[in-house]
């Protein structure tokens, strides 16, 4: 299929550390990979658990507070039970589960996905600065740590979006 | 649904190109899909091009995941072998419809 103004980079900015946001931003990433879209993931604030060696499978999905979780069966799960000891490891282990099943890889293989594909992992500079980080602490696969001005620097380019998660 | 003829067989595809029956696949068809694509099949085009035939006759989802799992390369090796989208291109030129996974 041609297409007139056809996507030829991505650059997606993951910014919370929630197991649905860094997937959202990492399924993105992997599918434009997969397209032969040049590709840029930039993680920044709460986002850069997916790339700190030690968190990047371990992450959680919020329990409190968010409206849209459901029990099994479909009813709204009540805020006041996601206090319960264990809920929120709970939770985020059965939502790993289903996205196991769906074959999408722990967030250490799938960084190794992306980056096999020729996919760019960076880290925000302000926010390493912030957390007290260094180079490493992060996955193999992250190639550098940019500050905003460098990343619009990669983002250059005729048929580049960029996505902010 | 469209027709295209290759190394002298006529095979039903659909519009993108893809093959709607894989049992008329052989590997001449294979061969000249390829040309199209710009890409010169290898032993190791062909051994992963089985296992996503396999994979899709046994009624599994293809991902790229997958192919780390194939034991035949990993999925680096598979995107130096088929450039740009490479299981797009692979299903394609294996004669096997284009993969509906999200990964």
Not at chain 1, 6 to 21: L, M, R, T, Y
Not at chain 1, 59 to 77: C, D, F, I, K
């Amino acid at each position: 299929m041609e297409k007139l103004n056809p996507v030829k980079k991505v650059n997606i900015i993951c910014s919370k550390g929630a197991v649905e946001d860094v997937y959202a931003a990492l399924i993105m990433a992997n599918g434009a990979v997969m397209e032969g879209i040049e590709t840029n993931v930039f993680f920044t604030f709460f986002g850069l658990d997916a790339i700190v060696k030690n968190r990047m499978d371990k992450l959680h999905t919020a329990v409190v507070g968010n409206p849209a979780l459901r029990l099994p069966g479909g009813l709204r799960m009540p805020t006041l039970l996601g206090i319960i000891p264990g809920m929120e490891s709970f939770t985020s282990w059965m939502m790993k589960g289903q996205m196991e099943k769906l074959d999408v890889p722990p967030v250490s293989e799938f960084l190794d996905l992306i980056t096999a594909g020729g996919g760019k992992v960076y880290a925000c500079k302000m926010t390493v600065d912030m957390f007290k980080m260094t180079m490493e602490d992060f996955s193999e696969h992250v190639s550098g740590i940019l500050t905003v001005g460098e990343f619009y620097e990669h983002a250059a380019g005729e048929g580049s979006h960029i996505i902010f998660t | 649904m469209a027709q295209k003829t290759y190394a002298g067989v006529t095979v039903d595809v659909n519009e993108e190109g893809y093959f709607t029956d894989p049992s008329q696949w052989t590997i001449e068809i294979a061969v000249e899909i390829a040309k199209e694509e710009g890409i010169v099949l290898t032993d190791k085009h062909f051994a992963i091009m089985e296992f996503l035939r396999n994979r899709h006759n046994s009624g599994e989802a293809l991902s790229i995941r997958s192919i780390n799992h194939s034991g035949v390369i990993d999925v680096k090796t598979f995107y130096q072998l088929f450039p740009g989208a490479p299981l797009k291109k692979a299903t394609k030129i294996a004669g096997i419809p284009k993969p509906a996974s999200c990964v």
